[in-house]
């Protein structure tokens, strides 16, 4: 079981940069991989990025590649989404998810492999 909590959300101006986090809670945190999904009004939840148990494998949206990077600290329990270069169409509430996994290395971007997700939070870019 694990537990997840974002924060790092708001409000910013196009081109600016935002900073989400996400706390798991549980001492295996390193035994999931991680994801960052994001939802539009109306619209299901669609990927954004992905980093494996060690944190040497991540995957990115081609609608974000170049412009965010996720990350995560083991030690910590923390996984990270800096958003650079920030668009209106970045306007969505993210979701943190959590996938146990036994493979170090694997990364997925489909939702329905993710057993655990945050409450989410909403990030609003204007132009």
């Known amino acids: 079981q694990v537990q997840l909590a974002e924060s790092g959300g708001g409000l910013v101006q196009a081109g600016g940069s935002l900073r989400l986090s996400c706390e798991a809670s549980?001492?295996?945190?390193?035994?999931?991989?991680m994801g960052w999904f994001r939802q539009f009004p109306g619209k299901e939840r669609e990927f954004v990025a992905a980093?494996?148990?060690?944190?040497?494998?991540?995957r990115y949206a081609d609608s974000v590649k170049g412009r965010f990077t996720i990350s995560r600290d083991n030690a910590k329990n923390t996984v990270g989404l800096q958003m650079n270069n920030l668009k209106p169409e970045d306007t969505a509430v993210y979701y943190c998810?959590?996938?146990?996994?036994?493979?170090?290395?694997?990364?997925?971007?489909?939702?329905?492999?993710?057993?655990?997700w945050g409450q989410g939070t909403q990030v609003t870019v204007s132009s």
């Open positions: 980093i494996s148990r060690s944190g040497g494998s991540t």
């Open positions: 549980g001492r295996t945190f390193s035994s999931y991989a």
């Open positions: 998810a959590a996938r146990a996994s036994l493979v170090v290395t694997s990364v997925t971007s489909t939702p329905e492999r993710y057993g655990y």
